[in-house]
């Protein structure tokens, strides 16, 4: 089970709206920034979201990054096919030890 | 642009070592501001993040406490690589491995990864 939990799967119609959310706790996403993770079937992860917020250079602004206490949230709108991925949250987490690098399990995005 | 080529077995009999390796083009490996990571993949632990090096004048090495007692990441300041070694393998340790740098702006982020290695853990 992982530290960090996400919704297993989310759906929605090309062109439309989805959000993914990450929960967490005060040991990781309520003292840390999040980083959020496309994963393209076969490929490896890529990343979309850093800093909570930041997208890198490449990455269209349909995808955006919010937070608020010990949660975070992955928006993506106008909705294509090739947005269906693997979605990964992942930040620091200090519950065991002096810290681990965790990730959500994951959420598996269709565009219907 | 930074890319990451990994080398390896796709084979490790139980008991034995990991190793793996990850070469580095378009940064360094004693950049004083990135980190070089291990992180792997399976249907049962999801991804899971197993251990960084990083230079700060000097080197520095974190573990995830899951795997602390049997592995070993080292870096190649000749060859501009990295590498990871786990001992002591058992099946459970069956996954696609990838290397990834790590950045940092306000915090830590993965922004270049490897294309991943399948590690058949098998007699």
């Known amino acids: 089970q992982s530290v960090l939990t996400q919704p297993p799967s989310v759906s929605a119609a090309p062109g439309q709206k989805v959000t993914i959310s990450c929960s967490g706790s005060s040991s990781n996403i309520g003292n840390y920034y999040v980083s959020w993770y496309q994963q393209l079937p076969g490929t490896a992860p890529k990343l979309l979201i850093y800093?909570?917020?930041k997208r890198p250079s490449g990455i269209p602004d349909r995808f955006s990054g919010s937070g608020s206490g010990t949660s975070a949230t992955l928006g993506i709108t106008g909705l294509q096919t090739g947005d269906e991925a693997d979605y990964y949250c992942?930040?620091?987490?200090?519950?065991?030890?002096?810290?681990?690098?965790?990730f959500g399990g994951g959420t598996k995005l269709t565009v219907l | 642009q930074v890319q990451l080529q990994q080398s390896g077995p796709g084979l490790v009999k139980p008991s034995q070592t990991l190793s793996l390796t990850c070469a580095i083009s378009?940064?360094?490996?004693?950049?004083?501001?990135?980190?070089w990571n291990w992180i792997r993949q399976s249907p049962s632990r999801g991804l899971e993040w197993l251990g960084r090096t990083k230079y700060r004048s000097k080197w520095y090495n974190d573990y995830a406490v899951s795997v602390k007692s049997r592995i070993i990441i080292n870096a190649d300041t000749s060859k501009n690589q990295f590498s990871l070694q786990l001992n002591s393998v058992t099946p459970e340790d069956t996954a696609v491995y990838y290397c990834a740098r790590g950045s940092s702006s306000n915090w830590y982020f993965f922004d270049s990864w490897g294309q991943g290695t399948l590690v058949t853990v098998s007699s």
């Open positions: 378009g940064d360094s490996v004693s950049s004083n501001t990135a980190s």
């Open positions: 992942g930040t620091w987490d200090t519950t065991v030890s002096a810290g681990n690098w965790v």
């Open positions: 800093d909570s917020n």
